[in-house]
């Protein structure tokens, strides 16, 4: 198969498709790869080292197009990559339809087979190919908010670890998956005080027992919520339902009962995010002030740190892209029912129940395009 390997356009966004190693990885399998020029430079990943691993460099996204039977990238394609896919074309990539009308009607649109990382499922009820960059998003969410803070942001002025004699900042976090395992880490390891919310109490009985007592768990309700509103100088919004639109669970009117200062960073964005008042943003200007309290909304949180995001995700991407290219996308989908809820549009059709739900779609399954 030939494989295509464009450089990511979105703003701020330096993570590649496939790092030099994954590209060995199909190149022995006996597929021939092209990669962008400079898709990786900025992150060390030189053209060089991918014509090393035997690649052939391409200057342009549009010749990658035209030409490739499977486009591996990272974030969503933008406007002017849906016009350059085609009938058949495979893309593998995160997708977030739900939140995202005019990239599912592109999609639908092109005729292209596009599978979802997000949705991609395992044996354990979890989303491996969601779950690298999770991490990774969950622990920068602590950082976000500590910056966003500072005075100089515009936040209220609290050190998350305090000092000894004066005490820590308070995080909630919204959301127990992932995304809020890795910012409740990374809280706790600063020092401040912890709480976590979700509706799993299987979930939550797991976190209070990894953490030893040194965090929270809270049974997520709107009137726990509310209550940590009032105390909290940080709040994590993690919560998914996967594919689905993510829940309003602080709406603006909820605000009122916040610290002037504090931050809400919601990582749920990417699926259209769980505060009333999110708007995604970049990594350019990531913060912007509500009712005096400061929002980090960034839909492509581990951009920000692209070498170590891009080496996580080729790790839990590539077995799924060798069986694609090996197999061809009918057969690889007909052997793992896992990776077969990653199709989420294939010849111009929705195939994701919660995207077809989300947005007015007819819904047709998976099993019966790949028939
Ligand atoms: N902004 C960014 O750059 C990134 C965003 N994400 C997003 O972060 C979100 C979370 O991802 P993961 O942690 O991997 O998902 P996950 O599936 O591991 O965890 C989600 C958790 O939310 C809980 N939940 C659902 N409804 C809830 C509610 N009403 N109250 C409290 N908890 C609730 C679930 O029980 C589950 O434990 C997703 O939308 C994902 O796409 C992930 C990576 C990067
Ligand atoms: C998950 C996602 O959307 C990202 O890593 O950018
Ligand atoms: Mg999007």
């Known amino acids: 198969m030939l494989i295509g390997v464009p450089k990511e356009i979105k703003n701020h966004e330096y993570r590649v498709g496939l790092t030099p190693a994954g590209t060995k990885e199909l190149i022995r399998n006996g597929h021939q790869v092209m990669v962008q020029q400079n898709a990786g430079t900025a992150i060390g990943f030189a053209d060089d080292q991918y014509v090393a691993a035997g690649a052939q460099i391409i200057p342009t996204a549009a010749e990658i197009f035209a030409k490739a039977d499977m486009i591996i990238k990272v974030k969503e394609p933008q406007p002017v990559e849906c016009q350059m896919l085609r009938p058949g074309q495979i893309l593998y990539t995160y997708l977030h339809l739900a939140p995202d009308p005019e990239q599912t009607k592109a999609l639908v649109a092109s005729g292209c087979i596009a599978i979802a990382y997000e949705t991609v499922t395992d044996d354990r009820g979890g989303l491996p190919l969601l779950a690298p960059m999770s991490e990774v998003a969950g622990r920068m969410s602590i950082q976000a908010a500590a910056r966003a803070l500072e005075k100089s942001a515009g936040g209220s002025g609290v050190l998350l670890g305090g000092v000894p004699g004066v005490a820590p900042g308070k995080v909630t976090v919204i959301g127990g998956g992932v995304v809020g395992l890795h910012a409740a880490r990374m809280a706790a390891g600063l020092g401040a005080e912890v709480t976590i919310l979700d509706r799993s109490l299987p979930r939550l009985k797991e976190i209070d027992s990894d953490f030893g007592g040194r965090i929270k768990t809270l049974f997520s309700t709107q009137d726990a919520i509310e209550r940590e509103l009032k105390e909290a100088d940080a709040v994590i919004g993690a919560v998914l339902i996967p594919g689905a639109a993510a829940p309003k669970l602080v709406t603006r009117d909820m605000l009122k009962l916040m610290k002037p200062g504090s931050v809400l960073v919601d990582v749920a964005i990417d699926q259209g995010g769980c505060f009333e008042t999110s708007k995604a943003t970049t990594h350019q200007e990531p913060t912007y002030v509500v009712d005096g309290i400061i ?46 809820n990653g199709l989420n549009v294939a010849e111009g059709k929705v195939t994701y129940e919660a995207v077809a739900r989300d947005l007015g779609y007819a819904y047709v399954a998976a099993e019966s395009v790949i028939a």
């Open 295 to 340: 929002h980090y909304c960034v839909a492509n949180m581990p951009g920000g740190v692209a070498r170590t995001s891009t080496q996580a995700l080729t790790n839990a991407t590539l077995g799924y892209a060798v069986a694609l290219a090996n197999k061809g996308w009918k057969q690889a989908l007909r052997d793992d029912k896992h990776l077969r």
